[in-house]
């Protein structure tokens, strides 16, 4: 487990084009649209946050490839506001409702989530920016005009 995990980490220093996914998390991915209608990061306002994000949690919240793939299918079969790890999320839209799919096909899609190298939201956080300096929310403003120095130059 630890080794796919440095395999994971690794293959991030490689460009795009040469990430291949595994037969898993392939399928997985045919089955993400039914994230992404409220995961799409392009939508303003979002009705879900940009799995950018949802990913670097988990991979800074979890100890393994193994725990991120359980902790994720925990969550989002029976979404609980104490097992939430985006707190933010949580207070700007509310928890997440509860997806009534097989466990085997969760774990296929969080395997996929594992693996997807997502764009950084960079029109999620522009938007953000935005948003906050309308409503004098300065300390927001100047966190998501961070995250958008640091990863959209
Ligand atoms: C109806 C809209 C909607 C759909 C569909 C949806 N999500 Fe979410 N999701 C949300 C919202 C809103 C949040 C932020 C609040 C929260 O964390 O519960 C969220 C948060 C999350 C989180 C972070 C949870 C945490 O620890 O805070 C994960 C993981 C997640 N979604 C996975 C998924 C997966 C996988 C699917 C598809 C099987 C999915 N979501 C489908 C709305 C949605």
Not at 83 to 92: G, R, S, T
Not at 144 to 151: C, S
Request: hydrophobic residues 40%.
């Amino acid at each position: 487990m630890f080794m796919r995990h440095l395999g994971v980490l690794l293959a991030g220093l490689l460009p795009a084009a040469s990430h291949a996914l595994s037969p898993e998390a392939e399928e997985g991915r045919a089955l993400y649209p039914a994230c992404h209608v409220c995961h799409n990061p392009e939508m303003d306002p979002p009705l879900g946050p940009p799995m950018w994000g949802v990913q670097r949690l988990y991979r800074m919240n979890t100890v393994d490839d193994d725990d991120f793939v359980n902790t994720m299918v925990e969550f989002v079969k029976a979404p609980l506001p104490e097992n939430a790890k985006h707190q933010e999320a949580v207070a700007q839209m509310g928890l997440m409702p509860p997806m009534p799919l097989p466990d085997e096909l969760l774990e296929k899609i969080a395997g996929y989530i594992l693996e997807e190298r997502f764009p950084p939201p960079c029109a999620h956080w522009r938007i953000a920016v935005k948003r906050a300096e309308q409503r004098g929310d300065l300390a927001h403003a100047e966190k998501d005009q961070m995250m958008l120095e640091r990863f959209c130059q």
